[in-house]
């Protein structure tokens, strides 16, 4: 017993095939010819409705395709025209300019805090005599505007002395006079004219123990 296909194409071609069969020999296969008319008549019906479908399928694909290429159109145009009004806010009318138009207005740059106070500030006497000092500090890269500037007081002076800055967390000293006993350092971060916490004062002692670390009295 022939199976009806199930996809839609392929039934509709078996019974448009099958039809004219069974119509020119209804009575020997005990058929009803109204019921295979009745069958012709839906065949045809359904295959002018796939035929109706496929054509909405193109026209929505291209009714589809036309859209998108009409909002691309629109769309650089409105950049286009939002360009120039950018162009002109920025020849002085500014945000007042941009209001009239109701585009917002550019937001000012958050002002980044300086790095995290200087912590695990450590110094190493280095064989030439001069101070190697490394620190940890967060909200530090320099791509960011961070920097530090490192003080210093040596053995019979009052106060610190700025000696020197750096973008990275570490900083050589290299102009300890001869004959120095101690010194101690401060580290204090910036980001431009923004001042942070400055580090704990840390000190390094030139006697009998040259390397070793010790925090400033």
């Avoid at 945000?95 to 110094?123: D, E």
């Avoid at 002076?157 to 570490?170: A, M």
């Avoid at 290299?174 to 431009?192: D, E, H, M, Q, S």
Wanted: one cysteine or more.
């Amino acid at each position: 017993m022939p199976i009806i296909p199930k996809t839609d194409n392929a039934s509709i071609e078996y019974c448009e095939t099958h039809t004219p069969v069974w119509l020119e020999n209804a009575a020997e296969l005990g058929l009803d010819p109204l019921a295979v008319t009745e069958l012709e008549t839906m065949t045809e019906a359904a295959r002018a409705a796939m035929e109706a479908a496929e054509s909405a399928r193109l026209a929505a694909m291209s009714a589809t395709l036309t859209l998108n290429n009409r909002i691309d159109t629109m769309r650089r145009r409105a950049q286009q025209l939002l360009g120039q009004i950018k162009a002109t806010a920025a020849l002085g009318a500014g945000n007042r300019l941009l209001a009239t138009a109701q585009v917002p207005g550019r937001k000012p740059r958050a002002r980044l805090s300086p790095p995290t106070q200087p912590s695990s500030v450590t110094m190493r006497l280095m064989p030439e005599g001069s101070v190697r000092l490394s620190w940890t500090s967060g909200n530090a890269a320099p791509s960011t505007g961070g920097f530090f500037r490192v003080e210093r007081r040596l053995d019979g002076e009052r106060g610190y002395t700025v000696i020197g800055g750096t973008p990275v967390r570490e900083f050589i000293d290299g102009t300890i006079p001869l004959g120095t006993r101690w010194a101690t350092y401060i580290v204090t971060p910036f980001r431009g004219r923004r001042e942070g916490v400055p580090s704990v004062a840390v000190g390094v002692n030139f006697g009998v123990a040259p390397e070793r670390m010790r925090a400033a009295a």
